[in-house]
């Protein structure tokens, strides 16, 4: 199917973006997601790149745009167009290092400072086929989460374990808070300022608009996906 039959029968677009320390998985998860493809010597991701999904969220087809960046430290300074209208994010750890556990507090501050108040947040610990050396208890990503309010779930993008669990379970959320948004808009006939939407026939594009551009880029476009 192409992309032009993917446009005429989505009904919502939604972007969100993966965040986390390099390494831990970020781009394998997205590539199992988006193409259920698998790289054991995936290399490190430079500048950013998104890839397409659409999804079934009960009679809506939602078209997911998942945004994936390097964790080094040198890509920073892309931090605010990056969470520019993303609606969701999967916040990556990778449970076999509590080095990049640990840094999941400075992540959820990144996230306070640049992303939407009301942004769907997933907390991941991913690579638990590496049970044997795992250095995060499953019962301390839980704890994080319950005192964040972000759901949670362990994932190996290697064995196809949660990952599209994971990635179903922030765009269903996106999909019910957005729902009850456009349905508290229409009671009370006001226009939503909060998060414009903009009708083009039958597809509602939350907070972004329609990407045509390579899925891969060496900087962030400043004008790409933004009102």
């Known amino acids: 199917m192409g992309a032009d039959s993917f446009d005429e029968e989505c009904d919502y677009l939604f972007k969100a973006v993966l965040i986390g320390d390099s390494a831990v998985g970020k781009s394998n998860l997205l590539s199992r997601f988006a193409k259920d493809d698998f790289q054991l010597d995936s290399k490190p991701t430079i500048g950013v790149e998104f890839a397409y999904k659409n999804i079934k969220v009960g009679d809506k087809v939602v078209k997911a745009q998942i945004w994936d960046t390097a964790g080094q430290e040198r890509f920073?300074?892309?931090?605010?167009?990056?969470?520019?209208?993303?609606?969701?994010?999967?916040?990556?750890?990778?449970?076999?290092?509590?080095?990049?556990?640990?840094?999941?507090?400075?992540?959820?501050?990144?996230?306070?400072?640049f992303g939407s108040s009301e942004m769907v947040v997933v907390l991941v610990g991913n690579k638990s086929d590496l049970g044997n050396s795992r250095?995060?208890?499953?019962?301390?990503?839980?704890?994080?989460?319950?005192?964040?309010?972000?759901?949670?779930?362990?994932?190996?993008?290697?064995?196809?374990?949660?990952?599209?669990?994971?990635?179903?379970?922030?765009?269903?959320?996106?999909?019910?808070?957005?729902?009850?948004?456009?349905?508290?808009?229409?009671?009370?006939?006001?226009?939503?300022?909060?998060?414009?939407?903009?009708?083009?026939?039958?597809?509602?594009?939350?907070?972004?608009?329609?990407?045509?551009?390579?899925?891969?880029?060496?900087?962030?476009?400043?004008?790409?996906?933004?009102?």
């Open 76 to 113: 920073r300074a892309i931090t605010s167009s990056y969470y520019r209208g993303a609606l969701g994010a999967l916040l990556v750890y990778d449970i076999t290092r509590r080095a990049t556990f640990e840094n999941v507090r400075k992540w959820l501050v990144e996230l306070k400072e």
């Open 135 to 227: 250095q995060v208890k499953t019962e301390d990503g839980q704890r994080v989460a319950e005192l964040e309010g972000l759901l949670f779930l362990e994932t190996s993008a290697m064995e196809n374990l949660n990952v599209e669990e994971a990635f179903l379970q922030m765009i269903t959320k996106i999909h019910e808070i957005m729902s009850h948004k456009s349905l508290d808009a229409k009671m009370n006939e006001e226009p939503n300022t909060t998060h414009t939407h903009l009708l083009q026939g039958k597809k509602e594009i939350i907070n972004i608009h329609e990407i045509t551009s390579p899925t891969k880029h060496p900087l962030p476009n400043p004008n790409c996906c933004l009102y």
